[in-house]
T-cell receptor, first 116, second 113 residues
Framework: DSGVTQTPKHLITATGQRVTLRCSPRSGDLSVYWYQQSLDQGLQFLIQYYNGEERAKGNILERFSAQQFPDLHSELNLSSLELGDSALYFC???????????????FGSGTRLTVV | GENVEQHPSTLSVQEGDSAVIKCTYSDSASNYFPWYKQELGKRPQLIIDIRSNVGEKKDQRIAVTLNKTAKHFSLHITETQPEDSAVYFCAATEGQAGTALIFGKGTTLSVSS
């Protein structure tokens, strides 16, 4: 167990629907990052939050949004889902503003999203 | 923004051989370059990293080299073992003040015994 908890582990939903993925960072970590992993695109950076505020944005679609709550857990909301959104969504956390510490990013186990 | 290219996408070696994975990055201000290993069905984990003020770093059988002028860095694994089989990702920060890591598309390394 890495200390980063992601729920649910698996999610199957229909096109057009909306889902929420949840991430609890490792205790003490203030930064949360969301990544999308698909077979041909590797790990695509979506968005980063640091201590409740958006810090950096990557290739996140307008249909996707995220937030980090006062208790530091984060949620990634995916709406108007398309078949192409099927992927493994990873959350990672780090102590500081970036993942350059001794342990780097600590990744969660991921949420496998299947859109049918 | 930062773009990281990684080659090869797949690599097959015999146990005991060396393996080299290469990455290039686009943002000359990037200053931190980690490598992550992802075993099948598991989460990525940091295996080694290098900062822009260092040219080479070693940790037992793995080493990373950085050429800032050419904007490329490489992972070297010597005396490969079957348990080295995994997907390896290189990454770079987005600019000098970048806080998020931009990953390459990964290299699937297969070590056969």
């Amino acid at each position: 167990d890495s200390g980063v908890t992601q729920t649910p582990k698996h999610l199957i939903t229909a096109t057009g629907q909306r889902v929420t993925l949840r991430c609890s960072p490792r205790s003490g970590d203030l930064s949360v990052y969301w990544y999308q992993q698909s077979l041909d695109q590797g790990l695509q950076f979506l968005i980063q939050y640091y201590n409740g505020e958006e810090r950096a944005k990557g290739n996140i679609l307008e249909r996707f949004s995220a937030q980090q709550f006062p208790d530091l857990h984060s949620e990634l909301n995916l709406s108007s889902l398309e078949l192409g959104d099927s992927a493994l969504y990873f959350c990672a956390s780090s102590v500081g503003l970036n993942g350059q510490g001794v342990y780097g990013y600590t990744f969660g186990s991921g949420t496998r999203l299947t859109v049918v | 923004g930062e773009n990281v290219e990684q080659h090869p996408s797949t690599l097959s070696v015999q146990e005991g051989d060396s393996a080299v994975i290469k990455c290039t990055y686009s943002d000359s201000a990037s200053n931190y370059f980690p490598w992550y290993k992802q075993e099948l069905g598991k989460r990525p984990q940091l295996i080694i990293d290098i900062r822009s003020n260092v040219g080479e770093k070693k940790d037992q059988r793995i080493a990373v080299t950085l050429n800032k002028t050419a904007k490329h860095f490489s992972l070297h694994i010597t005396e490969t073992q079957p348990e080295d089989s995994a997907v390896y990702f290189c990454a770079a920060t987005e600019g000098q003040a970048g806080t998020a890591l931009i990953f390459g598309k990964g290299t699937t390394l297969s070590v056969s015994s």
